[in-house]
T-cell receptor, first 109, second 113 residues
């Protein structure tokens, strides 16, 4: 069964501090993993995907198959990073896409 | 480009009433999804359609039905609304190619009283 776990509902940091949003998954095959972000009053949008191995807005995420994790990191948080962040998992022929419960990142000035 | 369009944006229903949420995408995507978003629960998958002509239950399908009318449109129906269905509903679409991005509608805020 597919499952995504985000253990933190809220993460509050000061501007300039490092950020790590945790995501663990459960999936028997080869997972497709994503981070989506929802800024206030905006639609959900893709932040990054594991296959790209890229940095977007200073964020990176590494897939660790041994620990079944896909944590999102940023070395120096900015106030404009404040948003709801969702980890998502897809896989298989049905193209099913599920999300975690989300982590609200609040960056204090 | 319109992307994913949902209607209506807001709706208030009385318990027991029925309604259909509409969703249309203009990106020629094969797969479409309906989610509900509740505080502390994140985004939960209600139903999805991998391709035109197929629909599958997601994590929380009870109380809902869907119709994949054609490749563009995927509607969500509440036959007899309950207060527990008060939520924000999101439609999304996505290509069937691996590792592709899902595009979301702006959401429908539904209140059942």
């Amino acid at each position: 069964a597919q499952r995504v776990t985000q253990p933190e509902k809220l993460l509050s940091v000061f501007k300039g501090a490092p950020v790590e949003l945790k995501c663990n998954y459960s999936y028997s095959g080869s997972p497709e993993l994503f981070w989506y972000v929802q800024y206030s009053r905006q639609r959900l949008q893709l932040l990054l995907r594991h296959i790209s191995r890229e940095s977007i807005k200073g964020f990176t995420a590494d897939l660790n198959k041994g620990e079944t994790s896909f944590h999102l990191k940023k070395p120096f948080a900015q106030e404009e990073d404040s948003a709801m962040y969702y980890c998502a998992l897809s896989g298989g022929a049905t193209n099913k896409l599920i999300f975690g419960t989300g982590t609200l990142l609040a960056v204090q000035p | 480009n319109a992307g994913v369009t949902q209607t209506p944006k807001f709706q208030v229903l009385k318990t027991g009433q029925s309604m259909t949420l509409q969703c249309a995408q203009d990106m020629n995507h094969n797969s479409m999804y309906w989610y509900r978003q509740d505080p502390g629960m994140g985004l939960r998958l209600i139903y999805y359609s991998a391709s035109e002509g197929t629909t599958d239950k997601g994590e929380v399908p009870n109380g809902y039905n869907v119709s994949r009318l054609n490749k563009r449109e995927f509607s969500l129906r509440l036959e007899s609304a309950a207060p527990s269905q008060t939520s924000v509903y999101f439609c999304a679409s996505r290509s069937k190619r691996a590792n592709t991005e899902a595009f979301f509608g702006q959401g429908t805020r539904l209140t059942v009283v």
